[in-house]
């Protein structure tokens, strides 16, 4: 048998490499061998830390049995979902058309040409052995009743490639979309609960940033009703277990409504987003929680995430030693063999532990649903917990890197190294981006993935573009760093061309790429925002930094899908209305020019972040060597010598009497330069704000202050 798996760059294919199944990529030859044997094809989809991925793997693929079954009548292809997202978009669809539902692992039998007709997702042992005993015995007795079948659902699927939602061309009213969308979201609104819907529960991220976003802006209707979502959901995922109480970092949902057990994976992508969102509610609110679960969640992804390349990898499996959970749930009897009898009991009653558990076998999930009393025991207890958890089985981690998601940890990192003053998070920001730009990217085109500096072989799709831009534009103007505006410009001139479909909207594949059974296009947000919003954004944030006419009005065309979707499922148009919110704002250009070394340049770098209206765009330089219209227009503030020149937001922006300066514009037209944090709040604040997040050494009317630590 042959080992075809061994030399993946996927750590998912890898676990199946020692199969008994004589499994093969996704490639050409597969399919060939698939007509040359004249057999169908299974194909398996799945990703490394899928629980009941590794479930059908034990019960079916390492068992000799099936694996005859399988060798002898099919051949079988794994594919990582991750790292071949189109792939998997494509037979997803499939499947949710034949069986009303999807999910991972998912099992697709089809013909030799890739037309499916016969899809579901996990199969019991046994159930999956007559299944393959039934599908070989169709196939050989019945074979035009198959291909026949085959053919209409595909002739389906590329009947719909163009997606289900109408747009393109322009964006239409997006205040009244945005304003739409809140009433639909608080109608979806659980008050007591957090979050929107019933079990299980996603971490609604880009939906609770549009609604922060929302809440900024003067006169919105429902402002107060977004801001209260907003804050009523992300404090009750915070204080849940969804949410590592030990370590930081999110579960990938809860299985509950309440937030209480989570699917333990950990995903990078809702890690980064999520940071960045809370980030942004400490900003608005200056809630200490917000600000707590920002930390940790960076800390946490640098921590358990970071590679030896420098990029952060993809994944934290639900399992360890076998046991989903087992790493992260605890009985009172660890606490007391642990803490000892006092601390034990204080431990179960700050973390939830309970005798008869809150998850499985009598083991709980820890919660923190309100603040000790005492901060100094509390700590302690925590820590001693922590350190003995190290002791513990560790989940798998999958060491891939995935471009998109990589993206997503740049903007995420780096933002919140400026909001939060720490530094080492901007750090990590800045050596992610070099990996991805100069690993995965080459002659203008990206990889998918990497693992262990060897690219893998699928192409970058539209959000890995997208996305990679976005966090490009957000590193920079936290740096002073212009190149990665340039580089952030050539990618998505490439999604304009290689990946627009002509009218406004996107595909999500590029046009030169592997023809599958159709080009999948879907502009909704998944757990992640869908190319088309990440597009969007960085779209326009390219625009504002540049004055590119052409980008924001390919901005604004990328959203004409998003009042049709957030029409009839808002939740899966959060990065859209996000970008709407954007749009409605100007959004504000921030041009912040000084001497690196003058430590007032960064005190109004900051506050410039921190009173940022939503969407706005930074841009940092030195301001060059004159004062009051002398100079060059400044140059980066790293000593790289490239601020001005990437960056034509900085071109003509000068220090005013010798100080560091700012500048506030939109759409290229600028107010009257300012030196002063103080004067910054009514030049950069909407008037509807309630400010809370700093301190800049006074309050300015309506607004309360705190502390910037």
Same mark, same amino acid.
């Given at each position: 048998m042959a080992d075809r798996l061994k030399n993946a760059t996927s750590p998912y294919l890898l676990q199946h490499a020692d199969n008994p199944v004589d499994w093969w990529p996704w490639s050409p030859e597969a399919f060939a061998a698939a007509r040359e044997r004249d057999v169908p094809v299974m194909l398996s989809v799945g990703y490394s830390a899928c629980h009941w991925c590794h479930v059908m793997a034990h019960e079916s693929f390492e068992d000799p049995q099936t694996?005859?079954?399988?060798?002898?009548?099919?051949?079988?292809?794994?594919?990582?979902?991750?790292?071949?997202?189109?792939?998997?978009?494509?037979?997803?669809?499939?499947?949710?058309?034949?069986?009303?539902?999807?999910?991972?692992?998912?099992?697709?039998?089809?013909?030799?040409?890739?037309?499916?007709?016969?899809?579901?997702?996990?199969?019991?042992?046994?159930?999956?052995?007559?299944?393959?005993?039934?599908?070989?015995?169709?196939?050989?007795?019945?074979?035009?009743?198959?291909?026949?079948?085959?053919?209409r659902i595909a002739a389906a699927l590329a009947q719909q490639a163009g997606g289900p939602w109408p747009g393109g061309g322009g964006a239409g009213d997006l205040a009244g979309v945005c304003d739409q969308a809140v009433l639909a979201l608080a109608r979806d609104y659980e008050a007591e609960r957090g979050g929107f819907g019933g079990a299980p529960k996603f971490p609604p991220s880009m939906v609770c940033e549009f609604l922060l976003r929302h809440s900024e802006r003067p006169g919105a209707p429902g402002g107060a009703r977004a801001l209260d979502m907003a804050?009523?959901?992300?404090?009750?995922?915070?204080?849940?277990?969804?949410?590592?109480?030990?370590?930081?970092?999110?579960?990938?949902?809860?299985?509950?409504?309440?937030?209480?057990?989570?699917?333990?994976?950990?995903?990078?992508?809702?890690?980064?987003?999520?940071?960045?969102?809370?980030?942004?509610?400490?900003?608005?609110?200056?809630?200490?929680?917000?600000?707590?679960v920002a930390r940790e969640t960076c800390a946490w992804m640098i921590r358990e995430l970071r590679t030896d390349e420098g990029g952060l990898a993809s994944a934290l499996d639900a399992d360890s030693?076998?046991?989903?959970?087992?790493?992260?749930?605890?009985?009172?009897?660890?606490?007391?063999?642990?803490?000892?009898?006092?601390?034990?009991?204080?431990?179960?009653?700050?973390?939830?532990?309970?005798?008869?558990?809150?998850?499985?076998?009598?083991?709980?999930?820890?919660?923190?649903?309100?603040?000790?009393?005492?901060?100094?025991?509390?700590?302690?207890?925590?820590?001693?917990?922590?350190?003995?958890?190290?002791?513990?089985?560790?989940?798998?981690?999958?060491?891939?890197?995935?471009?998109?998601?990589?993206?997503?940890?740049?903007?995420?990192l780096a933002e919140c190294g400026l909001l939060l003053a720490e530094p080492e998070f901007v750090t990590a920001a800045q050596q992610v981006a070099e990996l991805l730009t100069t690993l995965h990217l080459a002659d203008g085109r990206l990889a998918r993935t990497s693992r262990a500096g060897e690219v893998g072989r699928g192409a970058g799709?539209?959000?890995?573009?997208?996305?990679?831009?976005?966090?490009?534009?957000?590193?920079?103007?936290?740096?002073?760093?212009?190149?990665?505006?340039?580089?952030?410009?050539?990618?998505?001139?490439?999604?304009?061309?290689?990946?627009?479909?002509?009218?406004?909207?996107?595909?999500?594949?590029?046009?030169?790429?592997?023809?599958?059974?159709?080009?999948?296009?879907?502009?909704?947000?998944?757990?992640?925002?869908?190319?088309?919003f990440a597009a969007a954004g960085a779209l326009l944030s390219y625009a504002a930094l540049t004055g590119s006419f052409r980008h924001r009005e390919a901005a604004v065309a990328a959203l004409g899908v998003v009042g049709p979707i957030a029409d009839?499922?808002?939740?899966?148009?959060?990065?859209?209305?996000?970008?709407?919110?954007?749009?409605?704002?100007?959004?504000?250009?921030?041009?912040?020019?000084?001497?690196?070394?003058?430590?007032?340049?960064?005190?109004?770098?900051?506050?410039?972040?921190?009173?940022?209206?939503?969407?706005?765009?930074?841009?940092? !330089? @030195? %301001? =060059? $060597?004159? *004062? &009051? #219209? /002398? !100079? @060059? %227009? =400044? $140059?980066? *503030? &790293? #000593? /790289? !010598? @490239? %601020?001005?020149?990437?960056?034509?937001?900085?071109?003509?922006?000068?220090l005013v009497g010798g100080s560091p300066t700012v500048y506030v514009c939109r759409e290229f037209t600028c107010r009257t330069p300012l030196t002063d944090p103080l004067e910054l709040r009514e030049a950069l604040g909407y008037p509807a704000v309630t400010w809370a997040g700093a301190d800049l050494g006074g309050s300015a009317p309506g607004r309360t202050t705190s502390t910037l630590e």
């Open positions: 694996a005859a079954l399988l060798n002898d009548n099919v051949v079988s292809i794994k594919v990582d979902r991750e790292e071949r997202p189109d792939v998997d978009a494509v037979y997803m669809t499939a499947t949710q058309a034949m069986t009303g539902q999807g999910g991972w692992p998912m099992t697709v039998f089809m013909t030799p040409d890739g037309k499916p007709f016969y899809s579901g997702t996990y199969f019991p042992h046994d159930r999956f052995q007559r299944l393959v005993l039934a599908v070989a015995q169709t196939w050989r007795e019945d074979r035009n009743s198959v291909t026949d079948q085959a053919g804050t009523g959901t992300m404090a009750a995922m915070a204080r849940g277990g969804i949410y590592d109480q030990l370590g930081g970092g999110f579960a990938r949902y809860s299985v509950d409504a309440d937030w209480v057990v989570p699917h333990f994976e950990k995903m990078l992508y809702d890690n980064a987003l999520l940071a960045r969102a809370y980030a942004h509610l400490w900003r608005r609110t200056a809630d200490p929680l917000a600000r707590r030693d076998g046991e989903e959970g087992l790493f992260y749930t605890w009985t009172p009897g660890e606490l007391r063999e642990v803490l000892g009898p006092d601390d034990a009991g204080y431990a179960a009653e700050v973390f939830g532990v309970t005798k008869d558990g809150t998850f499985e076998h009598g083991r709980s999930v820890l919660q923190r649903r309100a603040d000790p009393a005492d901060e100094e025991r509390f700590g302690r207890v925590s820590a001693a917990l922590l350190a003995a958890r190290a002791g513990r089985v560790r989940p798998g981690r999958d060491d891939k890197v995935v471009t998109a998601w990589n993206g997503l940890a740049i903007g995420g799709v539209l959000e890995d573009y997208a996305c990679l831009a976005d966090g490009l534009l957000a590193l920079s103007g936290v740096t002073g760093q212009g190149r990665w505006v340039a580089i952030a410009g050539d990618l998505l001139e490439t999604a304009l061309t290689r990946f627009g479909d002509g009218s406004g909207g996107f595909y999500d594949t590029a046009d030169d790429g592997e023809r599958l059974l159709y080009r999948p296009a879907d502009p909704a947000d998944g757990p992640s925002p869908s190319g088309t009839r499922f808002p939740r899966a148009a959060g990065a859209g209305l996000a970008v709407a919110e954007a749009v409605l704002a100007g959004p504000a250009e921030i041009a912040v020019v000084g001497p690196a070394a003058d430590p007032r340049t960064g005190e109004l770098h900051r506050a410039a972040a921190l009173l940022a209206p939503p969407g706005a765009v930074l841009a940092l !330089g @030195d %301001g =060059g $060597t004159g *004062t &009051d #219209g /002398s !100079g @060059d %227009g =400044g $140059t980066a *503030t &790293d #000593g /790289s !010598g @490239d %601020g001005a020149a990437a960056v034509p937001l900085l071109e003509g922006r000068h």
